[in-house]
């Protein structure tokens, strides 16, 4: 009777083991009611410099080491408040919910029962507000998903010339592997989000034109709502000429 006894603690305790092995492993899936920003959230980032080309290698079982970033000592606020609190809310129909990154800019989201959509995006330069939304996330989201959404509306840049916007967004789950941030600290279990959005700005009847195309890579561990780290790239072409890049970690 006690081998007997002790047989099964042992079952026991291996099935308890291999429970545990498994959820340390599971593939993350990010959620409405987890990852889906609500009115209050603030979101803390640092932004960081690098001096070598970043590793943002698509795949399973990937290793992001981003060890050697240097801090700029840089830091952005980001909080999510009301539509009617922002200076030009009412005119994003539908809108309900705005993330104001404390510089002046807007950024406004629809949330429903299954997806996150962008309604409009309002800066100092340029105010795009889209009557067809661009999907950003149909809830969940784990390895392998991806969605492209067309999206129009209107644009007005530097507040005098006005015209139309369109274009596509995509987001993919393309990567899980394990992260390491600045400091040395390493994350597993991470899915790597790639957000590519391109903009066709026509303005001023067809006189002014220019299209935008950015790509975001982030980082997201199964502990934070926000991404743990995210890579940002801008290319701009037309009337409007710029290239940039960005490195934002969670702070």
């Known amino acids: 009777i006690i081998t007997k006894h002790l047989t099964m603690r042992k079952i026991y305790l291996s099935i308890i083991a291999a429970t545990i092995a498994f959820t340390a492993n599971a593939q993350l899936t990010l959620t409405k009611a987890f990852n889906e920003p609500?009115?209050?959230?603030?979101?803390?980032?640092?932004?960081?410099?690098?001096?070598?080309?970043?590793n943002n290698a698509s795949g399973t079982n990937q290793v992001w080491n981003f060890s050697a970033l240097t801090s700029s000592s840089v830091t952005e606020v980001s909080t999510f408040t009301t539509v009617a609190s922002t200076p030009s809310g009412s005119s994003f129909v539908g809108a309900t919910l705005a993330e104001d990154d404390g510089q002046g800019g807007y950024t406004y989201y629809k949330s429903t029962v299954t997806q996150y959509e962008i309604v409009g995006i309002q800066d100092p330069n340029i105010t795009l507000n889209f009557t067809n939304t661009a999907v950003a996330a149909v809830w969940p989201v784990t390895m392998g998903y991806s969605n492209t959404d067309v999206?129009?509306?209107?644009?007005?840049?530097?507040g005098t010339l006005s015209g139309v916007a369109t274009g596509t967004t995509t987001t993919s789950a393309i990567g899980t592997g394990t992260?390491?941030?600045?400091?040395?600290?390493?994350?597993?279990?991470?899915?790597?989000?790639?957000?590519?959005?391109?903009?066709?700005?026509?303005?001023?009847?067809?006189?002014?034109?220019?299209?935008?195309q950015t790509?975001?890579?982030?980082?997201?561990?199964?502990?934070?709502?926000?991404?743990?780290?995210?890579?940002?790239y801008s290319d701009a072409q037309g009337a409007f000429t710029n290239t940039s890049a960005s490195i934002k970690v969670n702070n």
């Open 215 to 232: 790509t975001d890579y982030n980082y997201y561990h199964g502990t934070q709502k926000f991404p743990l780290l995210t890579v940002s």
């Open 179 to 212: 992260l390491i941030v600045p400091g040395g600290a390493s994350f597993t279990n991470i899915l790597q989000i790639k957000t590519t959005q391109y903009v066709e700005l026509d303005l001023a009847m067809g006189f002014i034109t220019a299209t935008v």
């Open 38 to 54: 609500v009115l209050g959230d603030v979101n803390t980032k640092e932004i960081y410099d690098s001096v070598a080309v970043l």
């Open 151 to 158: 999206f129009s509306g209107s644009a007005v840049a530097g």
